[in-house]
């Protein structure tokens, strides 16, 4: 495996394993979006010292607890908002948020689309499980349609945003998405997402048996797993087939890498410039 | 000497106290001090960020501070009450930081150029839970400078979030001011572990401090922050008994200190018949009036709070007791709320009553008089 270090000395280095066992339930997804990081990080060789985990409120969030760098485990919806904060006041240092579903497009939407617009180096992981898991399987705006959850006892009647559809028109620079099957896919595009110095958002789709996948008769989480490797669509492969043969499938991959003007390296010349008006006067 | 207002001044203060970090979003009759930020903070190196709201402004100044760099925010009102969860997780997670608040005229969107003291509880109560809170209130524009240096000073030594309580009339206040080249008193700073990475424990409290050591993300201790209840490693646990403990010890933090905390100013209360407790803008108006007191025949005494939370409540009571006063006035642009503690205060020592306004209009000179005149012939 392409993979730098094994599996279990991963766990040791990354992890803070005397924090486990993890809250999360039997057959969660969110552990498996968790390694891909961890694993994405230690293939780029960061320093662990100059690596943050900024998280917001939900199963999801809980991640970085669990992970063996500075670690923030903010408010309900605002970790992008925090992570700006660190980012801006300490540049060097490399911020990565994880957030759920309902924190970063619900709650925490707005902030999700104006850091994305400033092209803000923060790499956000959206581990989208289409429910509130915390709370106990409500829907969120990323529930499909018609889909149950304990507030939508008659079937969601809302539509679902497009998470990488709505980061590229925001103006994040780069853009994917994966799912936890598809993992080693996954780690090489947070690697990419990490490699960009801009605003970087990928959606990683994970799975919930408890709330999610029991509510709508979904099966184990094996079978979740094997609809995911039937369901989604490389987006290269997408490109070339028709809107029906995309029916009931999603597409995964790289969406954009487009980088821009870093926001912090945007302020930064600010400030040599100021300073340089200075020394001439 | 300069002619500047007091949102102004406040950030001069800011940036003589180090403050390099500034987070915030628009609002009447705050938005001078974003400003004058963003206009200072890249001169001295520092950050400027316009965010998308006034939650994210709270949430990226608490980002910064985590970040290391000594961080502000400010607003009014409604963005005031935005504030509040963010508030409450700095509060929780011990993270130093200063809130300029601007108060103006409410409820809601109310008047918005309009002066008011109205916040003076939210500020003390306004984010959910049993949570200590340090607030500060300046009379003048040279005050705002002294006051926001003093948050600062205070943010970082306690470790928590520090209020400024202006309100429009000082805000907006141009008065001519002499600001030192160097502050005048001494700079504080958040004190920094040196032990071993593998030895620290970022929420136990080492002998002889008051509160936890605190690194910055980025300096080689990586540590947990969370606002969950959490132990002294700074982890998340459901144990009742780590719970009350570390509730308790973030309320005596500002208790046990309260006299450190504590700055207020007394005038004229040998002898007096009545004493007017009052604080911010309203101080300039009871001034006035004081001075022309013995004209209208009586003595007035004035009790003057910088702090407003922790109230200094020994101070105050000491004040009515050793010059056997009888009588107390508290004056301010609300419907009673510093009254409330006043009476607390002195229900076994003198009669409290209440001047105010909640029309968005100050307080008058003569308005204070009338009052004293009633409460000698009535009281
Ligand atoms: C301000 C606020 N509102 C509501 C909540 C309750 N709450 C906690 S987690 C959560 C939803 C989390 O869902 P998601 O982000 O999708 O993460 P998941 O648990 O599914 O991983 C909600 C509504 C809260 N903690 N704070
Ligand atoms: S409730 Fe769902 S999202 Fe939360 S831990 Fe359980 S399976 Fe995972």
């Known amino acids: 495996m392409a993979d730098s270090v094994m599996a279990s000395d991963l766990v040791k280095k990354s992890f803070r394993v005397n924090k486990f066992p993890h809250i999360w339930c039997p057959g969660c997804g969110h552990g498996i979006l968790m390694r891909a990081v961890a694993q994405a990080i230690e293939n780029k060789g960061f320093d662990p010292d100059k690596v943050c985990i900024v998280s917001g409120i939900g199963c999801s969030s809980r991640a970085a607890g669990y992970m063996n760098f500075n670690t923030l485990h903010t408010t309900h919806g605002r970790a992008i908002a925090f992570a700006t904060g660190i980012k801006l006041a300490r540049p060097e240092l490399h911020v990565i948020v994880i957030t759920g579903d309902g924190d970063a497009a619900a709650i925490g939407g707005n902030h999700f689309i104006h850091a994305a617009r400033r092209n803000i180096g923060i790499t956000t992981i959206v581990f989208n499980n289409s429910i509130y898991g915390m709370t106990g399987g409500q829907y969120s705006p990323l529930t499909p349609m018609y889909d149950l959850a304990t507030t939508s006892p008659y079937g969601n009647i809302e539509q679902t945003f497009d998470l990488p559809r709505l980061a590229d028109a925001a103006g994040a620079t780069y853009v994917a998405r994966f799912t936890s099957y598809h993992v080693r896919e996954g780690i090489k595009l947070i690697e990419k997402a990490l490699d960009n110095k801009g605003f970087s958002m990928v959606e990683g789709i994970s799975q919930c048996p408890t709330y999610y996948g029991r509510k709508n008769k979904k099966g184990t989480t094996v079978q979740i797993m094997q609809w995911m490797r039937d369901s989604a669509v490389d987006i290269k492969k997408a490109r070339e087939m028709t809107s029906e043969e995309l029916s009931g499938k999603f597409v995964i991959g790289e969406f954009k890498n ?22 001439k006067r | ?59 990226a100044c608490i980002g910064g501070s985590i970040a290391g760099q000594k961080s502000m925010t400010a607003t009014s009102g409604p963005g005031f009450s935005l504030k509040m969860e963010n508030i409450g997780y700095a509060a929780m ?48 524009v040279r005050e705002a400078y002294d006051v926001t240096i003093r948050a600062f000073n205070l ?42 990475p593998a030895d620290f424990r970022a929420y136990e409290v080492p002998e002889g401090d008051i509160v936890p050591l605190m690194p910055g993300f980025g300096d080689g201790y990586r540590y947990n922050i969370t606002g969950l209840i959490h132990d002294d490693t700074g982890f998340p646990t459901n144990s009742n008994i780590v719970a009350g403990k570390l509730c308790e010890r973030l309320m005596k933090k500002i208790e046990d200190n309260a006299d450190d905390i504590a700055q207020y100013e007394i005038t004229d209360a040998e002898n007096c018949d009545v004493l007017v407790l009052t604080y911010g803008g309203t101080a ?96």
């Open chain 1, 258 to 279: 487009r980088p821009a003007l870093e926001y912090c390296h945007g302020y930064q010349k600010i400030i040599d410039r100021i300073k340089d008006e200075k020394r």
């Open chain 2, 284 to 379: 300039r108006t009871v001034t006035a009036a004081r001075k022309a007191a013995p004209d209208s025949g009586f003595r007035m005494g004035m009790f003057r709070c910088v702090t407003i939370w922790p109230f200094p409540e020994e101070a105050l009571r000491a004040c009515v007791r050793d010059n056997n006063i009888k009588h107390v006035i508290v004056a301010e642009l609300n419907y009673g709320q510093i009254a409330l503690e006043a009476e607390r205060i002195l229900k076994n020592d003198a009669k409290v009553w209440h001047i105010g306004k909640i029309d968005g209009d100050i307080l008058y000179p003569n308005e204070i008089l009338n009052k004293i005149s009633e409460v000698i012939k009535h009281g």
């Open chain 2, 155 to 196: 943010a970082e030594k306690y470790r928590m979030p520090v209020m400024v309580l202006m309100d429009e009339i000082i805000g907006h206040l141009r008065e001519g001011v002499d600001l030192p080249e160097k502050p005048e008193v001494e700079i504080l700073d958040r004190k920094n572990p040196d032990c071993d």
């Open chain 2, 1 to 59: 000497m300069r002619l500047m207002m007091g949102n102004e001044a406040c950030v001069e203060g800011a940036i003589a106290a180090g403050m390099r970090f500034f987070a915030g979003y628009p609002i009447t009759p705050s938005t001078e001090v974003a400003e004058k930020a963003s206009e200072r903070l890249p001169e001295v190196g520092g950050k400027f960020i316009q965010m998308e709201d006034e939650i994210a402004g709270m949430a």
């Open chain 2, 93 to 140: 997670a011990e993270i130093p930081c200063v809130i300029i608040n601007v108060m103006r005229s409410g409820p809601s969107t109310g008047l918005p150029t309009s002066p008011s003291q109205a916040d003076v509880m939210q500020a003390r109560w306004g984010t959910h839970g049993d949570h200590p809170t340090i607030a500060l209130a300046p009379s003048s």
